[in-house]
């Protein structure tokens, strides 16, 4: 199982990216996927996670109203828009397979089960 994110880049504050994870050798129908972020320092955080089987979506506080996570089943790939970025939104964030959700943190629910993490890609967010 290999996950390939892509769409980082450098971006002004205020502005927008797009990040996709397109999973290979992995039909994501029936688990979870989404996205962590870990900022130099910092620990890593649940950032965003959508639920196949219901298409149910969970958010960080940090990121709920900036950040839609959403899915193409035809694609067999996972979009993460973010919208209104801040310099704190600059981070490595890694594409995760998971079989849940974390209801309460909003990322991929890891460490029970299967969980798969992809490389990471940089947003870097100027001020």
């Known amino acids: 199982v290999q996950l390939q994110a892509s769409g980082g880049g450098l971006v002004q504050a205020g502005g927008s990216l797009r990040l996709s994870c397109a999973p290979s050798g992995f039909r994501f129908d029936g688990y979870a996927m989404g996205w962590f972020r870990q900022a130099p320092g910092k620990e890593r955080e649940g950032v965003s996670c959508?639920?196949?089987?219901?298409?149910?979506?969970y958010y960080a506080n940090s990121v709920k109203g900036r950040f839609t996570i959403s899915s193409d089943i035809a694609r067999n790939t996972v979009y993460l828009q973010m919208n209104s970025l801040k310099p704190e939104d600059t981070a490595v964030y890694y594409c995760?397979?998971?079989?849940?959700?974390?209801?309460?943190?909003?990322?991929?629910?890891?460490?029970?089960?299967?969980?798969?993490w992809g490389k990471g890609t940089l947003v870097t967010v100027s001020s």
């Open positions: 995760v397979a998971a079989e849940a959700c974390d209801s309460e943190l909003g990322g991929p629910q890891t460490g029970y089960g299967m969980d798969y």
């Open positions: 959508i639920r196949f089987s219901d298409s149910k979506t």
